[in-house]
C-alpha cells in the first residue's frame, strides 16, 4: 500500500477496529442491562423463555402451518396447565415443608451451632462459615424490614409485594407471547443490520453461538426438572425431611453446572439439624441422602447431560467450573448463568475470526 493510500484510510475501515467496536458496544449493552435488571428482569425472562420455545414454534409453523400466534398460546396454556397441576399437587405439600423449616429454623440453629463447638476436624471453619451465612441472613432480613418500614410500614410492604407479584404475573407471559411470536422476524431486521458483503459470514457466526447457546440453555433447563423429579422421588424413599422442598431447589440449582452440590450440602444441614430419620441413626440418613444425590447426580453426568446437550460446547469440566465461580464472583447469580453461554460465544468468535486474523498476521509477519 503506497503512503498515499494509507494516508486516506479512515480508522473505521479496519476491520480489526470494527470487530473490537462491535465487541465493546455488546459489552457495553450488557453491562448497562446488567445495572438495571431489576426492571428488565420480565422483558429478559420473556425473551429467554421466547428463545428456548422459538425452535418448536418454528417447526409448527414451516411444518405443519400453524400460526406462530396459535403455537405460543398453546404452549403458554399448557405451561399454565402443567404448573397449576404441579401447584395443586405439591403445592400444599410444599407449603407446609417451608412452614415448618421456618418454625424450626432456631431450633435448628442451635443444634448446628452446638454441633459446630469443639475440637472437631475443620470444626473452626465450619463456625466461622456458619457465623457468616447467619450473620448475613439476619442483616438482608433485617434491612429489608428497617427500609421497607420506613417508607410503608409492614402493611405497604406486603401490599407493594403482591402488586410486584401481580404485575410479573401479567407481564411475564405478555413479553413471552410478544418475543416468541415476532422472533424470528426480530432475528431477520437484525441481520438487515449487517454489512451487506458480509451479512454470510457473520449469519454464520450468529447461527454456530445460537446451536452452542440454545443447546446448553434449553438441555440445562430439561435436565433441571428432570433433577427435581428424582432428587425429590429419592430423598423422599429415605425419608429425608423436607424430601420435596429440598429436591426442588437442588435440582433448580442443576441449570447452574456443579451448583447442585450446595443443595446437597443444605440437605445434610438440614437432616443432620433434624435429628435421625424414620428412626435410623444419624449416620445412616446422612450416608442414605448422600448415596441418593451421588446415584442421581451420577445419572445427570453420565447419561442426561451427553444424551440432551450432546457435545456442543466441548469444553473441559474443569473450565466449566472455572467458568461458573468467575462468574458468580463478577456478577452474582446472573454471572453464574451467563458464563458459559458468554463463553461459548468468545470460544467461536476466537476460532472463526481471531484465530485466523492471528494466523495471517503470523504468516505475513518478516522472517528473520
Not at 232 to 255: C, D, E, M, N
Amino acid at each position: 500500500m503506497s503512503e498515499q493510500q494509507s494516508s486516506g484510510r479512515h480508522l473505521w475501515q479496519i476491520a480489526a477496529v470494527q470487530d473490537v467496536f462491535w465487541m465493546g458496544l455488546a459489552v457495553l449493552v450488557v453491562w448497562c442491562g446488567f445495572l438495571i435488571r431489576d426492571v428488565l428482569n420480565p422483558i429478559l425472562i420473556g425473551f429467554g423463555l421466547a428463545y428456548v420455545l422459538n425452535p418448536g414454534v418454528r417447526v409448527a409453523e414451516q411444518r405443519f402451518g400453524i400460526a406462530r400466534p396459535v403455537t405460543v398460546s398453546m404452549l403458554l396454556l399448557l405451561a399454565v396447565g402443567v404448573l397449576a397441576t404441579a401447584v395443586i399437587w405439591a403445592g400444599p405439600q410444599l407449603v407446609e415443608q417451608v412452614d415448618t423449616l421456618i418454625e424450626r429454623g432456631p431450633e435448628y440453629s442451635g443444634k448446628l451451632e452446638k454441633w459446630l463447638e469443639g475440637d472437631r476436624p475443620l470444626a473452626k471453619e465450619a463456625r466461622q462459615l456458619w457465623s457468616r451465612v447467619r450473620d448475613e441472613a439476619a442483616q438482608s432480613t433485617s434491612s429489608i424490614f428497617e427500609h421497607s418500614g420506613r417508607a410503608l410500614g409492614l402493611i405497604g410492604t406486603i401490599l407493594s409485594t403482591i402488586i410486584y407479584l401481580g404485575a410479573w404475573a401479567f407481564l411475564l407471559p405478555v413479553y413471552t407471547f410478544v418475543f416468541a411470536w415476532k422472533f424470528d422476524a426480530m432475528i431477520a431486521a437484525c441481520r438487515e443490520w449487517f454489512p451487506e458483503s458480509r451479512r454470510e459470514r457473520l449469519s454464520d457466526l450468529a447461527s454456530q453461538m445460537d446451536r452452542a447457546v440454545g443447546g446448553f440453555i434449553r438441555g440445562r433447563v430439561l435436565i433441571a426438572l428432570m433433577m427435581c423429579v428424582m432428587l425429590s422421588a429419592g430423598w423422599w424413599f429415605v425419608a429425608v425431611p423436607y424430601w420435596l422442598l429440598l429436591g426442588v431447589l437442588t435440582g433448580l440449582l442443576t441449570i447452574v453446572p456443579y451448583a447442585s452440590a450446595l443443595g446437597w450440602f443444605v440437605t445434610l444441614l438440614v437432616v443432620l439439624a433434624d435429628g435421625s430419620s424414620s428412626g435410623r441413626s444419624l449416620v445412616d440418613a446422612l450416608l442414605l441422602s448422600s448415596v441418593v444425590f451421588g446415584v442421581v447426580q451420577s445419572f445427570e453426568g453420565w447419561f442426561l447431560t451427553p444424551w440432551i446437550q450432546g457435545k456442543e460446547l466441548s469444553m473441559h469440566p474443569l473450565t466449566i467450573l472455572t467458568l461458573v465461580l468467575v462468574g458468580g464472583a463478577v456478577g452474582g447469580l446472573y454471572g453464574m448463568l451467563l458464563a458459559i453461554p458468554a463463553a461459548a460465544c468468545g470460544k467461536i468468535l476466537f476460532q472463526e475470526v481471531l484465530s485466523e486474523r492471528l494466523q495471517a498476521w503470523a504468516e505475513e509477519a518478516p522472517h528473520a
